[in-house]
């Protein structure tokens, strides 16, 4: 059974998303290259997901922790949380992306229209090199494909007219100042949008139980290896 699963690196955190019922939007730091040249370096607001057969979990090594929610496909296509488009650096779509980019920018020859430019950097927004530098593992080779990345990226008008991309500089000097901008608009669930919960111990099990009016087969011991 194949579902789009939520990681965390541990149970606060997750304790903190089932209680409130929601996931945190952030700004994320993305580079995007053509060959050994970085074509974009922006940060985008998202909530980032990995769509795994759960029945082959114990099999991959995840990145991002042991702990984890999955989610219901209903729930998954009602808020339009959509795959990555991985792009090899040196490929034609690559070279292409490349060319859009550059003709948004303000000083391009030839204006775009505002919506044509935002067009562009919603789908800049759900596509990633498929080798590339990955700050949290400090690997500057690493395989995005593993990950199966889903995206949820808001609108503007989703976030309060906020920016979907930011310029990676701007952001690092002010990285708070942004990210508490997107602070009222998390991505809300409900329980019965939840199709199993990731734990360590069984001890951190029977505490969710007593807490969650869920079922206790949905709840499972997280039996993968991390990176």
């Excluded at 500057?140 to 991309?165: A, H, M, Y």
Aim: glycine share 2%; with cysteine.
């Amino acid at each position: 059974m194949k579902c789009l699963i939520h990681f965390t690196t541990d149970f606060q955190k997750l304790n903190q998303i089932l209680s409130t019922q929601s996931l945190k939007l952030h700004y994320c730091k993305e580079e995007f290259c053509i060959v050994d040249k970085k074509i974009s370096r922006a940060a985008h607001p998202m909530i980032s997901f990995s769509e795994y057969d759960v029945t082959q979990l114990s099999s991959k090594k995840i990145t991002y922790g042991k702990y984890g929610i999955a989610f219901s496909q209903s729930w998954v296509e009602k808020h339009r949380i959509h795959p990555v488009l991985y792009i090899d650096k040196n490929s034609i779509v690559a070279n292409s992306l490349a060319d859009l980019l550059k003709a948004r920018r303000k000083n391009a020859k030839t204006q775009l229209a505002p919506k044509v430019r935002l067009s562009i950097m919603t789908i800049k927004c759900f596509t990633k090199n498929a080798i590339g530098f990955n700050s949290y593992l400090d690997n500057p080779n690493f395989n995005f494909r593993d990950e199966n990345e889903w995206r949820f990226v808001p609108t503007k008008q989703q976030i309060g007219g906020n920016l979907i991309s930011q310029d990676r500089s701007k952001y690092l000097a002010k990285q708070d100042f942004y990210n508490k901008k997107l602070e009222n608009y998390p991505l809300t669930f409900k329980n019965e949008d939840i199709e199993f919960i990731f734990l360590e111990t069984n001890i951190q099990l029977q505490e969710i139980l007593k807490r969650l009016s869920i079922a206790k087969e949905k709840i499972k011991i997280s039996n993968w290896k991390t990176k």
